[in-house]
């Protein structure tokens, strides 16, 4: 019990750092503006439905996914540590590589919040390869927590703004970045070692 409590917190802790939703209320806002709170509060709602179906989808499947294109776990690792790492560059340095797309307003739960800002590229390599760490089970329990903790955020997004301010957020975003480009080294260095 202890063990698995452990590996889910582990987990649930890599995970937050990759989603990153706290860095995501600016935009959300910004996205948001002419909405009444009550369609915000649906938005984010939205959004948090797509992003956990992606990530679950991508946690069960993913070793299938490996399987039929004939790829090795160090694959993987590698690959996904180099798009963990590019993601995290551009939170650390306030980039727009993965923040900058425009959606009509019926789409946006969708397209941008619930893919690819809450459930990415990133995310989705990240929940494939912690099912090789922590199993199934408990990658897709934390990857459904976290989902609900995006949720939260979102819906209090106004509060959260006013309380740290815009500079906060940002400030938070970046640490958050650099513990995710931490993560991503790890990631290839542990395929680049399964290869020799």
Known sequence: MFSFLKDFI???LILFVMIDAIGIVPIFL???SDFSPKERKEIARKSAIVAGIIAVIFTFFGQFILDFFFLEAEDFFIAGGLLLLIIALDITTGGEIIRSQQAEREQIAVVPLGTPL???PGTITLVI????DFGVLVTALAAITN???????LRQSSLIARKIGYNGIKATSRVLGVILAAIAVSMIRRGLTGIT
Not at 129 to 132: A, D, N
């Open 10 to 12: 582990q987990t649930f």
């Open 30 to 32: 910004s996205l948001t």
């Open 118 to 120: 809450l459930a990415g």
């Open 129 to 132: 390869l912690l099912t090789f």
């Open 147 to 153: 989902v609900i903790v995006a949720w939260l955020i």
